[in-house]
């Protein structure tokens, strides 16, 4: 029951920005579900008029990944009439490049009114004079960003909230050559976006076609790698976390010789409130518990899970005391491009370089290095990795960041993608087997030759966002000299990227704020050497140690700039 005290009066100014949104809502449902909330504002309920407040601050923005938010009525969430706005301004900046009349792709995931939202960015875009082609179902991202290049296409638009929360929903945008957008082309859209005019009135046509099964045939056709001489007996426990990848992955796996697949039942089948998982992102502590007891139950080699929306892969493997790890996405990354870089002298790639971020491992650097194949290091974010290479004329072989993306085949889909990063795991556990070896047999050699890095994050959450430049500023203005008794740098990357490097013999500390959270983050590297009087194990002993130190140290230090 709300109190007297509870009650305050609206602003009329958002009472009538409310009421505006209404009217020229597309949707029947979010009209209600706003009005309702409208409603309870006017009747002084302070809760509301807050709710009410946060859906139309307008905080939502398209970025160079498209936009992410939760699906409720209002300007701030994702809906129809947002997603309808979304694609008028992508329309209106496409048009203004001269891509009158060009193909536009449009695919989708499986989450709550992924489906609809997709019908209704396709009108939009058919209503606008672009030949709209529409994957057949729901499907992984990496079809979608394929399908552009493949299909000659001036854009594509996926409907996906990747790992986010079940209550999120959201799109992803990429442009010819299917690639994500890089400022300016981010702003400039996110300009057109602001100006598109009331939902209601933005004109939509039902001309759009649905393909069929083709681009998932040709997908797989180039993602595949033909099996060698050696046997394929390598068995393989995987999900998809209840998203769209099932399928996609079973077929590429078994188009490779992989055959001996084992689905999490449980999650096989997309299911929109991911029921069996708290937050559907492999790398969340618990999330791949189904994957390693079925793993184990079935006495697999490998194990894989996919993220939703199948742009990401994370990989688990039975260690050498027999439990079951899934490994962090600095060891898959290192893994994958060691396999890569040793397969380019059986190639005719010229110029090859792989890549990492900035705040990624540095051990990629060094196996580059020992095999003298270019080594770049980027920004954070695939729109930066997928164009590595290309001010040097090099070609882009591998890619990954520390979040789970790679990119294994650059040239086939220039983005992050977990299916065919899947596939090349396989290959790879599948030669080790073979040489009756594992993964982490692997991963020992290569920290015996490079020094063990161990790498963690430390994240300051924060309500006001403005605190964030605060800290960053702070820390900046008075940089520490030592941290954990290292000797450290500061190494400042603006303007380019808002990132401070403290740097030292044997340590990293990067700090920068999330592009898409309330977040402070840091990122943490130290490198012990092994030693011949040391040995593998003490090294890890003492890299772990000081990694501890280095943690506590930082987040002392993040709370004494407030």
Request: overall charge negative; hydrophobic content about 40%; charged content about 25%.
């Amino acid at each position: 029951m709300t109190t007297t005290s509870d009650k305050v009066e609206i602003d009329p100014e958002l009472r009538d920005a409310a009421k505006r949104w209404i009217d020229s809502d597309i949707d029947p449902a979010s009209q209600a579900e706003l009005r309702e909330v409208l409603r309870a504002a006017q009747a002084g309920n302070v809760a509301s008029i807050a709710d009410l407040r946060d859906r139309m601050n307008g905080s939502l923005r398209f970025g160079t990944g498209g936009m992410r938010g939760p699906r409720r009525a209002g300007p701030n969430g994702i809906n129809r009439s947002v997603l309808t706005r979304t694609a008028a301004g992508l329309a209106r900046w496409l048009l203004d490049r001269g891509d009158r009349g060009k193909r536009v792709m449009i695919g989708r995931d499986a989450r709550h009114s992924a489906e609809e939202h997709c019908e209704d960015v396709a009108g939009v875009l058919a209503g606008a004079g672009f030949e709209v082609l529409v994957l057949p179902r729901p499907l992984p991202t990496p079809v979608l960003a394929f399908s552009v290049q493949e299909w000659n296409a001036a854009a594509g638009v996926q409907i996906t909230a990747s790992h986010n929360h079940a209550d999120d929903s959201g799109c992803k945008v990429y442009l010819a050559g299917g690639s994500q957008v890089i400022p300016p082309a981010d702003s400039e859209i996110e300009e057109s976006i602001a100006s598109a005019p009331a939902p209601s009135s933005i004109p939509r046509q039902p001309w759009w076609s649905v393909l069929d099964d083709e681009p998932v045939r040709r997908y797989i056709t180039r993602v595949a790698r033909p099996a060698s001489r050696m046997p394929r007996d390598l068995r393989i426990a995987a999900t998809p976390l209840h998203g769209v990848g099932k399928s996609t992955l079973v077929e590429a796996l078994n188009a490779s010789g992989f055959s001996d697949v084992h689905v999490v039942a449980e999650q096989s089948d997309p299911d929109p409130d991911f029921s069996t998982v708290e937050y559907p992102n492999p790398e969340e502590p618990g999330t791949a518990d189904a994957l390693l007891g079925l793993a184990h139950e079935r006495g697999v080699d490998l194990a894989i899970a996919l993220d939703p929306d199948a742009d990401r892969c994370a990989i688990g493997a039975r260690q050498h005391d027999g439990a079951w790890r899934m490994l962090d996405g600095n060891e898959i990354g290192v893994l994958l491009g060691t396999h890569i870089i040793a397969e380019l002298d059986r190639t005719e790639i010229p110029r090859p370089v792989v890549a990492t971020t900035m705040v990624s491992s540095s051990m990629l650097q060094a196996v580059a290095e020992q095999h003298c194949v270019r080594f770049e290091e980027t920004q954070v974010g695939f729109k930066w990795l997928a164009r590595a290479g290309s001010a040097t004329n090099h070609e882009l072989v591998f890619a990954y960041e520390e979040a789970l993306g790679q990119a294994v085949l650059p040239g086939v889909v220039r983005d992050k993608d977990g299916i065919s990063a899947a596939v090349l795991a396989a290959d790879l556990a599948q030669s080790l087997k073979s040489e009756g070896r594992t993964l982490f047999d692997l991963l020992d050699e290569l920290q015996i030759q490079h020094g063990v890095h161990q790498t963690d994050q430390v994240s300051v959450r924060v309500g006001d966002v403005s605190r964030i430049a605060t800290m960053m500023e702070k820390v900046r203005a008075d940089p520490p000299a030592k941290i954990a008794d290292h000797v450290v740098d500061p190494v400042d990357y603006l303007p380019q990227v808002d990132l401070l490097a403290l740097e030292g013999r044997g340590i990293r500390v990067l700090l920068r704020p999330s592009g898409t959270e309330s977040k402070l983050k840091t990122y943490l590297e130290v490198v012990e050497p092994v030693l011949e009087d040391v040995g593998l194990a003490e090294a890890r002993a003492q890299a772990r140690s000081r990694l501890t130190t280095v943690r506590e140290h930082v987040r002392t230090l993040l709370s004494d700039y407030p």
